[in-house]
């Protein structure tokens, strides 16, 4: 789909007032009329997901709080409980199936692809806690030796913690390697 970049201007007949229709306040910015806003779209993915996996819960006969919110432009859902380590998996592949189960279920309801994030027990939270601290261990001995390092296979999700950790460092880095055993370059800067 292109966007004509010229302006287009339309007079209301109630009011004779000429409007750019391609201008927009800052509230509004890449919103349509009558469309949903980002904010609102995303609470409605969360929504829709935090039914899908309160059924599941209630299919499992597994008790659990959901908390939903909105991280950034991502809807993203957690489940907490007394043990769900069986939904989370000996290293998270139960919960990244659940993570694709759930975005397909969004999908079903929306129409569109979901990047909603889940977690589970505060399983992520704590990937990424290690995750961070690996990274600015890995970045120090590039910033040291001058050379990259390659890390070990990761997930995307990991892969992506470690890239936003080693863009703040202010370095760049990339994914090499074919999935599964994708990883993560830091290069020097």
Do not use: C, W
């Not at 969360?46 to 908390?67: F, V």
């Not at 692809?113 to 806690?129: K, N, P, V, W």
């Not at 970045?139 to 999700?157: D, N, R, T, Y």
């Amino acid at each position: 789909m292109t966007e004509s970049t010229d302006t287009t201007t339309e007079q209301t007949e109630d009011e004779g007032v000429a409007h750019d229709l391609n201008s927009t306040d800052e509230a509004t910015a890449g919103e349509q009329p009558g469309r949903p806003s980002k904010v609102e779209r995303l609470e409605n993915e969360g929504d829709i997901a935090a039914d899908y996996l309160e059924e599941l819960l209630d299919i499992a006969d597994l008790d659990g709080d959901l908390d939903m919110d909105v991280e950034g432009d991502r809807a993203a859902v957690s489940i907490v409980g007394a043990d769900l380590s069986m939904l989370v998996g000996g290293k998270g592949e139960v919960l990244d199936a659940l993570q694709e189960l759930t975005r397909l279920a969004v999908f079903r309801e929306t129409g569109e692809r979901s990047r909603l994030m889940l977690d589970i027990s505060g399983h992520r939270a704590e990937q990424r806690t290690r995750l961070v601290k690996l990274a600015a261990e890995k970045i120090a001995l590039v910033q040291e030796s001058g050379e990259s390092v390659s890390l070990e296979p990761m997930s995307s999700f990991e892969r992506k913690v470690v890239h936003d950790a080693v863009a703040a460092a202010g370095l760049t880095s990339e994914s090499e390697g074919a999935e599964p055993r994708r990883y993560v370059v830091i290069l020097p800067g």
